[in-house]
């Protein structure tokens, strides 16, 4: 521990930022929204075969015991709770909600566990100079069950909470007993920093500041039970502790077992001499928690430990380490504490494989936790040093709204607390890989659709949320690619029964984009498209999505050595799916039809004939096409890719433009609905750096503000973003989806309107809806795929509204040309 003997000085590294979620301890939202929406007749009818097929399908699965990917008849309802989460990208995550309480673990690689566990606290304890306690309390507000002797005396009203990603900041006012307290949560999210961005650890950092005019003697406990706060499970596991001693870290380590496989928790101090630290290798946490509560309040530590550690119990535990400092009038003095939790080796529940998580490349697999508590405790000022400059550059920006400040950071939560998984590739799959392949070095990685829809790598989204990574983890993102290309060559040629149809098909068709890696409940990396609604093989945007994101990710920072061989690499792949959707190019002219199915992203949205969306995003591959080739110098590939580009432009202008923005589709009725999505195929193109090789200028401009009038200002008087589809000057009623807000569609929508200059716009269409989530909803770190007019949103912490970098980027881009 480090112990400061005068007054902190102000530190605008670590100092409580303007920016952030923030919220008083006993904060309550005013509107309490939920997922129990219920369709119209109309849209029932639509889809009632799909609903049949579902629940015989949902009945048989829970029969069977197999996991079911979308659980449509057990949703989940924000609690309104969340703060800051901690732990890194790909090595598991332990929500932390803004009332001090730990919570939603996702320890086991993309399943989520919904539980607060009382035993996991903080607790202070304050004497008077003649060593009285005069104040002995929980610092969390949140109401528990168990452990009936301890107590929370804070008074909500008079602390305070902020949370901007990756850190957060607790200020607890305690002035009656003549202290003030402020709890510095941080985790390593750094960009490009690869090693610390994949480490399973958060530093907790309290100062403790003395105001009044004599001596106060101040503990800060911290507390953990083995598992998850599943009781069943928990109680299944065998478990036990033990002290250790590494270099300036004191600490105990809890050993136990998640679904059998090995974990363990590493509480921690860092060791000074002004402080005592003392240490709890068991106590009960079904129990009235009297022993280590008494422990605490009475001497300010736990008893002396006798053993340095406790045997073998099957059941639950806890333990427990304490820090204890005496601070003069008018000084202060911080205390370092650190929790570590290290689940090397993961399986999935078809255990056809093992897998060493990422972070055992630099620390290995075996007690890996106390090399880990040296490293956060010898690290975490860099860590901070590196947060503060990443996301300075955004808020000393004056030319930013407050709003977009805390929103860009805080929906990058889910790049860590998206059920991701990052794990090494073994020696017999690295002999398989090219020498330019960066799996070699970073293994494989994949994120969930959402903690609902639970299948890795879902493509038609990460197309949207992978603006987050190109901007802060461009190899992670590559990576991802690299799986991607050899996926698209895989068969799987099981057979399935698609819900929407009834049809049966082949699992994974080779020569097509998958919709996703697997599910994490199955063997994903090795079980492709776990999705099982649509034939995903007819799918008109994956193949167009990949290519697209080739480019992108080639072409964002200009052409180099490292960008030719990436697209060396990814040509074959692109080349083939291009080839593969050219089927879908029904009459000839270029342009590629939908075939009257949901057979895109809008999975219940039908789209007929030529479609905006599908269209346009065929046509900016065409495009890309044509740079690609160019680029490798495939003077017939690029020929033939422009000439298509040529036809298919006339084509798309020609079916689809109506004077005031592009039809949705060639239908007879919906062709009317004004799309919030239709410039999907353009904000690529412009985030890539090009302009208006596709799109004319003048249309694009156009539809934008007919968007922005109708979907925007006229849907929830522009306070809610962009609904999905407008016609007739109300939402489209059409299907479910086309009534909704896409979160992440209109990050992205904004982000095309700031491209084109409309910057008012732009954070307008933005704001109103985050501002919305996170004021009233509370669904701050929750962030669902879609939200209702009223009352009601769809499947929370979701992947699109990564796309909100989209925006940073292309703020980013005009940055630079104005220069």
């Known amino acids: 521990m480090t112990s400061v003997k005068d007054k902190i000085p102000p530190n605008r590294e670590t100092s409580v930022p303007k920016y952030g979620l923030k919220v008083r301890l006993n904060h309550t939202y005013p509107e309490d929204r939920s997922q129990d929406f219920v369709p119209s007749i109309r849209q029932i009818w639509a889809i009632l075969p799909l609903v049949l097929r579902y629940i015989w399908y949902y009945i048989v699965h829970r029969i069977t015991g197999k996991s079911i990917v979308m659980d449509y008849l057990k949703t989940i309802r924000s609690k309104q709770i969340y703060g800051v989460p901690i732990g890194g990208i790909g090595c598991g995550t332990i929500g932390r909600g803004y009332r001090g309480e730990f919570c939603r673990f996702q320890l086991k690689p993309g399943l989520y566990e919904y539980n607060t566990v009382d035993a996991n606290q903080f607790i202070v304890t304050i004497k008077d100079r003649h060593h009285e306690t005069i104040f002995h309390s929980l610092l969390s507000t949140f109401p528990k069950k168990k452990l009936s002797s301890w107590q929370s005396f804070i008074d909500g009203s008079e602390c305070f909470y902020t949370g901007l990603y990756p850190r957060s900041w607790t200020e607890y006012d305690l002035s009656k007993f003549g202290v003030m307290l402020t709890c510095r949560q941080v985790t390593p999210i750094i960009p490009n920093n690869y090693k610390d961005t994949s480490l399973p650890c958060a530093v907790f950092v309290w100062d403790i500041t003395n105001i009044c005019d004599e001596d106060r003697t101040v503990t800060i406990a911290f507390t953990f039970k083995n598992g998850v706060g599943d009781k069943s499970k928990d109680r299944a596991s065998t478990c036990s502790s033990k002290a250790f001693s590494l270099g300036d870290s004191e600490g105990v380590i809890l050993y136990h077992t998640i679904d059998k496989m090995p974990c363990s928790y590493a509480l921690s101090a860092k060791v000074h001499p002004d402080f005592d630290i003392s240490k709890c290798l068991y106590f009960d946490p079904n129990s009235d928690g009297i022993e280590p509560w008494i422990q605490l309040k009475n001497n300010g530590s736990f008893d002396k430990i006798s053993d340095k550690s406790y045997g073998q119990i099957f059941g639950e535990m806890a333990c427990g380490i304490a820090a204890k400092t005496t601070v003069g009038p008018g000084e202060g003095a911080t205390a370092e504490l650190s929790l570590v939790w290290d689940m090397p080796t993961v399986q999935f529940p078809k255990r056809m494989r093992k897998y060493s998580r990422y972070y055992t490349k630099h620390f290995g697999s075996e007690n890996a936790s106390v090399r880990i508590v040296r490293h956060a405790f010898d690290n975490y000022k860099d860590w901070e040093q590196a947060i503060f400059e990443w996301q300075s550059k955004v808020l000393d920006n004056g030319e930013l709204p407050d709003w977009y400040k805390s929103a860009l950071f805080n929906e990058t939560y889910f790049v860590s607390d998206g059920g991701s998984i990052w794990v090494t590739v073994d020696e017999e799959e690295v002999k398989k890989l090219s020498k330019n392949d960066p799996r070699i070095e970073l293994g494989k990685f994949a994120l969930l659709e959402g903690h609902e829809y639970r299948m890795y790598n879902t493509y038609d989204v990460h197309f949207y949320a992978s603006f987050s990574f190109i901007v802060n983890w461009p190899l992670?993102?590559?990576?991802?690619?690299?799986?991607?290309?050899?996926?698209?060559?895989?068969?799987?040629?099981?057979?399935v029964k698609m819900l929407y149809d009834g049809e049966i098909v082949e699992r994974k068709v080779p020569n097509t984009v998958p919709h996703d890696i697997g599910d994490p409940g199955e063997e994903p990396f090795v079980l492709l498209n776990s999705y099982p609604i649509h034939d995903v093989s007819q799918w008109r945007d994956l193949n167009s999505k990949f290519v697209l994101q080739v480019f992108r990710d080639a072409f964002i920072t200009g052409l180099n050595d490292s960008s030719v061989a990436y697209l060396n690499d990814?040509?074959?792949?692109?080349?083939?799916?291009?080839?593969?959707?050219?089927?879908?190019?029904?009459?000839?002219?270029?342009?590629?039809?939908?075939?009257?199915?949901p057979d895109q992203t809008f999975d219940t949205w039908v789209m007929t004939g030529a479609s905006a969306y599908c269209g346009g995003l065929w046509l900016a591959a065409l495009f890309a096409m044509t740079k690609i080739a160019d680029a490798l110098q495939k003077t017939e590939d690029k020929d033939k890719f422009q000439k298509l580009l040529d036809k298919g432009k006339v084509a798309f202008e020609r079916k689809l433009w109506n004077g005031r923005n592009y039809n949705f589709d060639c239908s007879n009725e919906e062709c009317r609905s004004i799309m919030a999505d239709q410039l999907c195929g353009q904000w690529y193109l412009r985030s890539c750096g090009f302009n208006y090789e596709v799109f004319p200028q003048d249309r694009v401009k156009t539809a934008l503000k007919t968007i922005y009038e109708n979907n925007v200002q006229s849907f929830c008087n522009g306070r809610m973003g962009a609904v999905n589809g407008f016609i007739d000057g109300a939402a489209d009623k059409f299907t479910i989806q086309s009534e909704e807000v896409w979160t992440g569609v209109t990050y992205a929508l904004a982000a095309s309107m700031i491209q084109e200059g409309m910057w008012s716009e732009g954070f307008n269409t933005a704001g109103g809806m985050y501002k919305s989530m996170t004021e009233r909803f509370g669904l701050a770190f929750d962030t669902p795929e879609a939200l209702y007019a009223t009352k009601y949103y769809r499947s929370v912490s979701y992947m699109r509204p990564l796309s909100i970098w989209s925006m940073q980027l292309a703020i980013n881009q005009l940055k630079i040309k104005n220069e």
């Not at 993102?477 to 698209?488: F, G, N, P, T, W």
């Not at 990814?570 to 199915?597: P, R, W």
Request: proline residues 2%; aromatic residues 10%; charged residues 25%.
């Open 476 to 495: 992670l993102q590559s990576v991802l690619q690299y799986d991607m290309k050899d996926a698209i060559f895989t068969e799987i040629p099981d057979k």
């Open 570 to 597: 990814m040509y074959d792949a692109c080349y083939t799916v291009m080839h593969k959707s050219e089927q879908f190019d029904v009459d000839g002219d270029g342009l590629i039809e939908n075939s009257g199915c």
